[in-house]
């Protein structure tokens, strides 16, 4: 059973109890109304009182049942809340800590509702690109008020209990003296006696909604939600379902309500964001590590090289109150990196939102120093040197001479082999890679290289300190370029082979961006910085003489053109102004490079574009996906929403495929081949297959 029954003097006591959150599965919803039966049956018992067992009241739905027949089979979530609604006998619900989705549709079921102060009250199913389906967008709006019920509806943001105090969402908050959820109890039995003897029962569906004037004040909502939802629908069918709340009957807009939720389960807009909540998790689970794995103490960090990676991964940890000390072989240099950092946390200062104390909190955390001497005790170290191999081995050599037994020695590379450099070291096990994005103290995604060598320990402890440092861990095996660069590599190839066929930059970023990325290749490679691509071409030449580039970014970057740093790249910037405006000269330069190469420019569809451009990713992701690199296609996935803007709305290029159908991904793929450059689009193996047993890659 996972909801406990026992009847205290004349009340009956239901406790949810499914860990960590009291999630409503079908044994949860199974217990709780076979509690409420009892209670009924039961000639002694005058009140029932639902409380949660643990850490909370209840979370919501049973994340461990989503999509599986279990979610909708009954007794449902929407029975549950009848057969509490239908109690001769009153229902109060005893809330503390968390209160969900599901959870709080529960409560709202009940004829009273008591809570501790400091418990989160939400509808968060907006963030699932979904709607409260089992009443929430009837009931809550009756007791707490249109414009509320919207506000927590549309955001999907907890509120805590004291700020509902004054609402009719609670008959009492408790905060004198009432701290665990043993004194909610006692609080909510001595309430429970009060109320035993009052009939009518109290019912929320009974409730009117008065706004005056509400249509102008729903089509007021209608026009900002539309505005800030961008692609997703649900906002605004939040704010549609919300209003049936007024302008409908409870029932018809039950029904209502019901209709507009299956309807959004089934748009791709909530299947991203479903696969992407799922991905999350999975992400941070490495079959071999299991999670007991022992992790080691991070109480202090260094990170070598203050350049722009070192001083943003500095305020990661600083961020987490972990200490850090920058390493630097020039004074100038280190003040120089010390100096960046300094005026990044003035500038959040200045935006308001970090306080003069957490500033100087903050800069207190962090030393600087020229000798390897100060990093000795340091429980984990992080390069963010120069991406030259021979630089690498004169760092870690001296970290292996320098750092105490126990260390993690990490590197920021984002391309070269981590084995190698590994083996610089006398203990390869200690070493991986923490391969974090620009700029690393805003990107949320954090690659974590496992080596060969890799302990299960560090791994676990890396992945731990993701978590730490608010970022997603998504872990990738060797390669050149990992994930992420690796797949951005054959993403750029087309990129520049449309400028030779036809496009200028403009047109590719605009189709690209229409798509819904936030930024197309040619802004991108202008942030980045031009000349990190050319450097790292310049070696692929040398080493991989037969993998064909566009000459044309090389071109750019010989012109000095290196990006938003230098003002000027694929476009012109002006200072204070990251806009992007079109360059003739560079213009003309992709004009002449098709006629010095024979080319002659046709007209590209943006579809084209897009498809050549996307499927160069998914054909990359198969083939890493295949070899291990990445353990599960959903790892990709991650990587590419959190760390290259991928559209959220279309859950990342290996799930976007799979919409698309893996078929007709390789038909479109089968018509490019045709084209220039016919060999990049050999297809991966794992692609073909999965295409012929008519399979996606995350099914
Ligand atoms: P950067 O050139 O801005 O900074 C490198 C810093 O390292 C400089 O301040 C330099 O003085 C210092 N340095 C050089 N040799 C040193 C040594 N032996 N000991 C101590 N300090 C030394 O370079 P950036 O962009 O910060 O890149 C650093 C690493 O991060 C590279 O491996 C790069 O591939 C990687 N990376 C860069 C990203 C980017 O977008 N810039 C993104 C992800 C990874």
Redesign the pocket.
Known sequence: MSADYVVNGSVAVITLNNPPVNGLGLATRTAAVEGLRRAQADAAVTAIVIVGAGKAFSGGADIKEFNSPKALAEPSLHTLIRVVEESHKPTIAAIHSVCMGGGLELALGCNYRVALRGAQIALPEVKLGLLPGAGGTQRLPRLVGLEMAINMIVSGTPVLSENLAKTALFDDVFDEGAQSSADLLACALTFAGKVAAIRPLPKVRERKVDYPNHEAFLQFTRNTVKAMSGPFPAPLECVDTVAASVTRTFDDGLKFERERFFHLIQTPESKSLRHAFFAERLASKVPDVPADTPTRAIRQAAI???????GGIAMNFVNAGIPVVL????QE?LDK?IATIRKNYENTMKKGKLTQEKFDQRIGLIRGTLSYDDIAQADIVVE????DMN?KE??FRQLDAVMKPGAILAS????LDVDQIAGFTSRPQDVVGT????PANVMKLLEIVRGKATSKDVLATTLALSKKLKKTGVVSGVCDGFIGNRMIEQYSRQAGFLLEEGCLPEQVDAAVEKFGFAMGPFRMGDL?GND?GWYIRKRRYLERPEIVYSKTADLLCEMGRFGQKTGAGWYDYKPGDRKAYANPAVNQMIVEHSANIGVERRTVSDQEIVERLVYSLVNEGARILDEGIAMRASDIDMVYLTGYGFPLFRGGPMFYADTVGLFNVLMAMEKYAKGRHGDAWAPAPLLVRLAAEGKGFNS
């Open positions: 070598i090289g203050a350049g722009t990676m070192g390493l630097e072989t020039q240099a990196g963010a040197v120069f991406e630089v004169t760092v920021n590379t984002s391309t391969h974090f994005f620009s980045a990190i």
